[in-house]
């Protein structure tokens, strides 16, 4: 039988990272998937609370509302007060989604029409952009530098092609570990007000700085133009899909029923679990020590780096926060090429920069490679493993 796709379906594109996944290769190094040590997860929280839901509340796994449970909502909002990442905050201005990713496909389905231009900054992460395009979306990024997003650059594209919103990341950015600047975010703003589009703040790395606090959120300097994103997936743990959107009163009701009309809802119990870890006291404590964990891995892995990779071959930008590190090849080695020989011949996975672009275009001497999940003695053998591929490369 020959079946009829629809545009959405047809839309769809292949995430170029899966190549590089490998989650059950053997012998592999893995330094590509960003997401905490499976021993940084508040697993006594967890089974704490949810041991007490389930003994005392057995309408913990009736059908909840479609918006997401009262109860996180409420935590979601109180914390996100006290990071200063808004100011007042309500619980009825979250809906939560299935995870970030969840997040992002509601805003598609609420504000992306065929051939509508969408901006992300890039690189960026693409598996969000992959929402955007399944809507029909046509996407363009905006180049970074240090500071964040060029303005200029935004403007030109505004101008040019009156987008929907602009996507970013502005707290320890996937793929780069950029954290834009006050001064770049206010120019963004600026842009952003004068050509009628609003700005997506994805920021599920907000707390994971090593030292100081990134700077005041989008959220917070523009609330009449910014949606703000999160995520509980770097910060409790990825396979609990909690993510959330801050919406103008206006555009929860529209955004539930189509949330409602995809999903229905999702787990109560799970939605509940993660309030009670939110509001729990040791909470904190374990921020905590996940930011001194990334720190002390982050310093692990460059020093690694920095003893056995000469400049001359490879530089990286060092991370103020969060779990990556944006590496630069020279002397002409194409990042595709060397990720996959790494891969094929030497057992080391990471991610080539092209991955992290709008359009799978551009980027083509940059690497992604995440220090958040390896032990110490893998960190240590995958950098052994790249500087003599790296070395055979030069050689060749």
Not at 175 to 189: H, K, L, N, Q, Y
Not at 195 to 224: M, Q
Not at 231 to 252: F, H, N, Q, Y
Request: include cysteine; hydrophobic fraction near 40%; aromatic fraction near 10%.
């Amino acid at each position: 039988m020959e079946y009829r796709l629809s545009h959405r379906a047809k839309n769809l594109r292949r995430c170029m990272m899966d190549v590089f996944h490998l989650r059950d290769a053997k012998d592999m190094i893995f330094f590509n998937s960003g997401q905490p040590a499976a021993d940084l997860y508040p697993r006594d929280l967890l089974c704490a609370v949810i041991d007490e839901l389930l003994a005392d509340d057995p309408q913990i796994l009736a059908y909840p509302g479609s918006q997401g449970d009262e109860e996180l909502r409420e935590a979601l909002a109180e914390r996100q007060n006290r990071l200063d990442v808004g100011a007042g905050i309500r619980a009825e201005q979250i809906v939560v989604t299935n995870g970030g990713t969840g997040g992002a496909d509601l805003l598609a389905q609420l504000f992306v029409d065929p051939g509508d231009a969408v901006l992300s900054e890039t690189p960026t992460f693409p598996e969000t952009l992959d929402c955007f395009a399944k809507a029909g979306a046509r996407l363009a990024g905006v180049s970074m530098d240090a500071d964040g997003p060029l303005p200029g650059e935004l403007e030109r594209l505004a101008r040019e092609l009156r987008p929907s919103f602009f996507y970013v990341i502005p707290n320890f950015q996937n793929p780069t570990g950029r954290c834009t600047s006050t001064e770049r975010r206010r120019a963004v703003v600026e842009v952003a007000r004068r050509y009628g589009f609003f700005i997506v703040e994805d920021d599920p790395y907000r707390e994971l700085n090593f030292d100081a606090a990134p700077p005041p959120s989008y959220y917070s300097l523009a609330p009449d133009c910014t949606i703000s994103m999160g995520s509980l997936s770097k910060t409790i743990a990825p396979g609990m899909r909690l993510g959330w959107l801050v919406l103008p009163d206006e555009l929860v009701e529209r955004a539930v029923m189509t949330l409602k009309a995809t999903a229905l809802c999702y787990p109560a119990l799970l939605h509940r679990a993660a309030a009670r870890v939110i509001k729990h006291p040791q909470f904190d404590a374990h921020i905590d020590e996940l930011r001194r964990d990334l720190k002390r891995r982050c310093r692990l892995l460059t020093g690694l780096m920095s003893a056995q990779i000469p400049t001359k071959w490879l530089t990286w930008e060092t991370p103020l926060g969060g779990m990556f590190l944006w590496c630069r090849l020279h002397g002409g080695v194409s990042a595709m090429d060397f990720a996959v020989r790494a891969r094929d011949h030497w057992h080391v996975a990471f991610f080539p920069g092209v991955c992290f672009t709008p359009n799978y275009e551009g980027e083509d001497f940059s690497l992604r490679l995440t220090f958040a999940r390896q032990t110490d003695a893998q960190m240590a053998e995958g950098v052994r493993r790249i500087a003599a591929a790296l070395e055979s490369f030069q050689q060749n």
